[in-house]
């Protein structure tokens, strides 16, 4: 009897110790962590001997409804096989304003360090710094806005980006 009535005993403090350990565990989020979203963008294109990956988390912190701030770092890959291999990795930061709530403006910053290296030898490997500034408006709803965006700082003769031009779409949740 004494040997069950001290399993029964182990058994039930085990139990109550185990409620509330688990019950420390479970914190309430602080009013800051309430108001930030994460996102990002993931890339993948596969081609005619090329090959670009491209991975861009990022993450955002609403003042309120109307306007919010952000931060996102970038790493591409691209291969050109038989021509070059370029690593691009930076960062951003981007400013989002919601003048009504369908409609979203915004203001990105963006710094990359372009590596480039050529397969061909006469080639000279290019290393750079690209900066970009991009105006853009969108569509929102809910949590994704769909738009363009143009970039200010776009040169034809030193750029990473073909056109100043480019569509994008944005999800945070």
């Known amino acids: 009897m004494k040997i069950n009535s001290l399993k029964i005993a182990v058994s039930v403090m085990t139990f109550f110790i185990f409620q509330i350990s688990f019950s420390q565990e479970v914190k309430q989020k602080s009013e800051f962590w309430k ?3 994460f996102g990002g963008g993931l890339g993948l294109g596969f081609g005619n001997n090329a090959t670009n990956i491209s991975i861009a ?3 955002i912190y609403n003042f309120n409804t109307k306007a919010a701030l952000g931060l996102s770092v970038q790493y591409s890959y691209i291969k050109q096989k038989g021509f070059y291999t ?5 960062g951003s930061i981007i400013g989002l304003v919601n003048p009504i709530q369908e409609i979203q403006l915004s203001a990105e910053l ?3 360090r372009v590596n480039t290296s050529f397969d061909n030898s006469s080639l ?3 290393d750079f710094w690209n900066t970009a500034l991009f105006l853009g408006a969108g569509y929102r709803t809910n949590n994704a806005t769909i738009g363009v965006r143009y970039n200010v700082l776009h040169n034809d003769n030193n750029n990473i980006y073909t056109t100043a031009f480019m569509p994008f779409v ?3 949740f």
Do not use: D, H, I, W
């Open 35 to 37: 108001k930030v979203q």
């Open 57 to 59: 988390p990022s993450a």
């Open 86 to 90: 370029s690593n691009l990795y930076g």
């Open 110 to 112: 963006e710094q990359l």
């Open 124 to 126: 000279n490997s290019n």
């Open 170 to 172: 944005r999800v945070f």
